[in-house]
């Protein structure tokens, strides 16, 4: 059975950055997509990232592009977001997610495995 957990949420100021890690225990992690969602109070759960099983493709919302990067390690079972120039409208839950069936990335809808999530605030 597959696992995600999600650590380095916290509390930072506009402006500031974040980085945010998953490590998956079980399963053929390399295989994997692997992506990033979060929700904001009263919103549903929105894509930010993903990234193919090899790493070499990356997708991204339009409203976290150019800010945010998203990375994976397969060795370690790791999937890493680095925020940057973080926004108060960036406040979420955020969940790493992966697409257990699939190697490349088939849209949003496509995962099938969720972590717990971690908060993210960003706030003056």
């Known amino acids: 059975q597959v696992q995600l957990v999600e650590s380095g949420g916290g509390a930072v100021r506009p402006g500031g950055s974040l980085r945010l890690s998953c490590v998956a225990s079980?399963?053929?992690?390399?295989?994997?997509?692997m992506g990033w969602f979060r929700q904001a109070p009263g919103k549903e759960r929105e894509f930010v990232a993903a990234?193919?099983?090899?790493?070499?493709?990356?997708f991204y919302h339009d409203d976290v592009e150019g800010r945010f990067t998203i990375s994976r390690h397969n060795g370690r079972s790791t999937v890493d977001l680095q925020m940057n120039d973080l926004k108060p409208e960036d406040t979420a839950l955020y969940y790493c997610?992966?697409?257990?069936?699939?190697?490349?990335?088939?849209?949003?809808?496509?995962?099938?495995?969720w972590g717990q999530g971690t908060q993210v605030t960003v706030s003056s």
């Open positions: 997610a992966a697409d257990t069936d699939r190697r490349w990335y088939n849209g949003p809808t496509s995962f099938n495995l």
């Open positions: 079980g399963g053929s992690f390399s295989h994997y997509v």
């Open positions: 990234i193919s099983g090899t790493g070499v493709n990356t």
